[in-house]
């Protein structure tokens, strides 16, 4: 049955009005009375501008206060939000606004010459202000089975998807997250992960949900993080591991310890390395480890800060609302084997837009057959070994790159390491490693370092050096560009 | 869309193994784990005596440990739970037991004499642990849309009716709780309300939900729920208004004060007197005062401590998911305006059981027409001026006038009979009966004659014998001038 709340941020208007919503680094703070009038004339300017309950409105923006007002003014009217990433091409952008058939086009200024040639009416962000106001018809209520926002999502072959999320998702993201690592009145959530990017997005809607106070930054600045922790009470941080190991290369250089009233480093992104953990944990920094994809509206399986010693490299358990299972080659895999990750729960998507074929292929009895590999031990708890389509298999060895990664980067010469399969005609593939150093080191030397610390097989056949590896937005390993790096030097 | 969710004790099982689930005053202890074997061990002595998916088991006891096991036991089945008040006499047993379509009565053996004359198969909960086990197929997961509890309330008129909670309100009443109170890794609950009533019964959803502990007391002790406080940990309770007098009047004999790990006084059934909130604010006790029914599957409505004082007298406003309004006369009431209070959301009962007139007429657009007549204050702050034109509530259960005066009157020697409620310091309140007689007939032989037809809190405490009721012109009983005489009667 469709449940139907009110809309939260009204709620949190008329229950908290005086509340901090939302705070900056440069000091503008905002409380939910003033934020709910900031969306509520936003909107009216929306309306002005033609926007209406069933409209499909693109944004395209960094984190910003107004990307937050301009996400909460698309729900009072009723409008679906589809959000762009900013570090794509035009032609990408072109694509996804297509696909998700928008209307209109929102956009920070500063990306309005690369979209102009997008055909599609475009207005700023920054200019909306000067439009005139119209009157509309608030949502005062949310159906939780209607969809919200779309964020695109590349799958192994074809074109991206597009993710549909309805409010429910979103709410019970938001509640699975509050279960796992409770709530206090003295919380403020800061996500330096981009609000293009679910887990970036997710932020508002639990600041909105839960009444909290969201620290907005426009990307991820250590400085500007450890100060938001050590001054300005940040309680919880959501990080990709890259962001984590520049925060406590700062905090060695500093000699910075967080304050206790810090209380969770939500780790996301993809499975972190050890020795990044060892590190966290005699920081005494309480790392949440989690893992999830744009199709579960953010994380949907936690480790606690508890457990990360006795289960290291764990992504942890389902969240309270959440299932998870591996499918092995025949029926459910046992404890130990390895299979594909599936999930189940209400903040898992229903499906990709226009895009049924996508949607069914995704989907098994219910459960979302996520593409990724890993395990569960015989205490339930998942170890992601990698992506499914980054899996290397050689001379019927299957190779994953995230154990072999983890093992160049435990090495003091090491700062970052990538490891990705070269077509191979004897083996069918094998592992290339692409390296980043910190102090000067050899290949001969990395290769002596790898011995007995993998098995032959899994040892690196090729080497490749770097400056630096490539990364999206949100800080996720690119490594189809290593791909692209490899296809060329074979050309 | 239906909502599927893991069993919520099975996921606490998983997640939180070692986590303590259930305490006792006896220091009779349990894990998450314990609780999860001993439901299922007592789900299999059900299957053993016949209960299956689909089965309508009755239960008639007082809070325990046992009665706790068996919920959970009875959900793993499948089985719809009907809850019985153990203060009810065995007519009415009787009735609820035959309107809810109940297959077995599972009752604590000190009501097995009482309940024996019932016609329906019994069976003790404290003997079920000799009967042979027979597997069973556990229900790993929930649909939030299906009903598993039935808790009899009655109306102003006509017999009882069986309120039906789906799961999804027992858990969407878990989740506007905790996102009013917060969540803490450190909190334990302590209901001394009985399970047979909704209040205590979302305590133990509650404790299965947030991987919480609940302090199981067997009824109200002032003594026992102080020792708890000071010595045991407990940092929320929940009361009605007489518990709360009694706590602080034990503190006061006693010279306590409660530790600030003591966060959260749930105060619920009915409106509590100013000066009883006024005493408890002296005292530090952070008292929650909220507005709830059978209906709304616990409160729907809370008042924080931060406003108790502003606000005094308020019930407060809607939780997260639940929205409030006044019905006037003609559409919605301004504020300070009395009128119907109506509430809204996904905790609401979906309705009465096999009563389609009841559900139909207690529900407008979505909105569940309450009877309770109330108003709100300029900022939305909730007051109740009185529950459903004459409920009594004594001691937080609910008597209604036209059940005490449908046993008055089916005596030959009485001619009409109205009962009223008269405040009583102790109880809030206590029935009173105002009679006219057809033939002689003594004040005692009344009192005998209730005896077993009504439960003893509802039998009435005062007698007056009148010539006539007070009437309107239409012949409509004109309470209020009863309420007159009382008044009179003091001064």
């Avoid at 919380?187 to 809607?205: A, I, N, Q, R, T």
């Avoid at 009233?261 to 780790?267: D, H, P, Q, T, V």
Wanted: proline share 5%; net charge negative; charged share 20%.
């Amino acid at each position: 049955m469709s449940e139907i709340i009110p809309h939260w941020l009204q709620k949190q208007a008329d229950i908290s009005p005086e509340h901090l919503a939302l705070e900056t680094p440069e000091g503008k703070k905002m409380t939910f009375l003033e934020l709910h009038e900031a969306a509520d004339i936003c909107a009216k300017k929306l309306a002005g501008i033609g926007v209406q309950a069933g409209s499909r409105v693109a944004v395209l923006s960094h984190n910003s206060i107004g990307m937050v007002v301009l996400v909460h003014a698309l729900s009072y009217i009723g409008a679906t939000l589809i959000l762009l990433n900013t570090r794509l091409t035009a032609a990408e952008w072109s694509f996804q606004l297509k696909d998700s058939e928008a209307d209109l086009l929102l956009l920070a200024a500063k990306y309005e010459e690369q979209a102009s040639p997008l055909g599609i009416p475009v207005q700023t962000i920054e200019k909306l202000p000067e439009q005139e106001s119209q009157g509309y018809s608030r949502h005062t209520e949310l159906d939780l089975d209607d969809v919200f926002s779309i964020i695109y999502t590349s799958g192994t072959t074809g074109n991206p998807k597009g993710v549909e999320h309805t409010y429910g998702n979103h709410w019970w993201s938001a509640i699975g997250s509050a279960l796992n690592l409770g709530l206090s009145k003295e919380d403020k959530w800061l996500s330096p992960l981009p609000m293009f990017h679910v887990g970036g997005l997710s932020s508002l809607f639990k600041s909105a949900i839960y009444g909290m106070p969201l620290y907005v930054t426009q990307g991820f600045d250590e400085e500007v993080v450890q100060t938001a922790i050590t001054k300005h009470g940040v309680t919880i941080v959501s990080v990709v591991t890259v962001m984590l190991q520049r925060l406590m290369q700062l905090q060695e250089a500093e000699g910075i310890t967080y304050p206790s009233s810090f209380r969770c480093m939500l780790l996301g992104g993809g499975p972190a390395p050890l020795h990044v953990l060892e590190e966290a944990k005699q920081r005494r920094i309480p790392v949440f480890q989690s893992y999830g994809m744009t199709e579960t509206a953010s994380q949907i399986v936690t480790l606690s800060p508890e457990d990360s010693i006795r289960k290291l490299g764990s992504a942890g358990k389902a969240l309270v609302p959440a299932q998870l299972r591996i499918a092995g080659d025949s029926g459910l895999a046992k404890p130990e084997e390895p299979g594909e990750i599936q999930v189940k729960g209400p903040m898992v998507t229903k499906g990709y837009y226009r895009n049924p074929e996508a949607t069914e292929a995704s989907f098994q009895e219910g459960w979302l057959a996520t593409g990724d590999i890993g395990y569960t031990d015989k205490d339930g708890y998942l170890y992601v070994l990698d992506r499914r389509k980054d899996l290397i298999i050689s001379g019927g060895e299957n190779i994953y790159p995230a154990e072999v990664e983890g093992v160049l980067t435990s090495h003091p010469c090491i700062k970052e390491a990538a490891v990705i399969g070269k077509t191979d005609d004897r083996w069918g593939a094998v592992p290339v490693a692409f390296l980043v150093k910190d102090k000067e080191i050899s290949t001969e030397e990395m290769q002596d370092y790898c011995q007995g610390k993998l098995a032959r097989y899994k040892i690196p056949k090729h080497w490749r050096w770097l400056d630096e590896l490539p990364r999206n937005a949100s800080n996720k390993l690119m490594r189809y560009k290593l791909q692209d790096q490899l296809g060329e030097e074979k050309a």
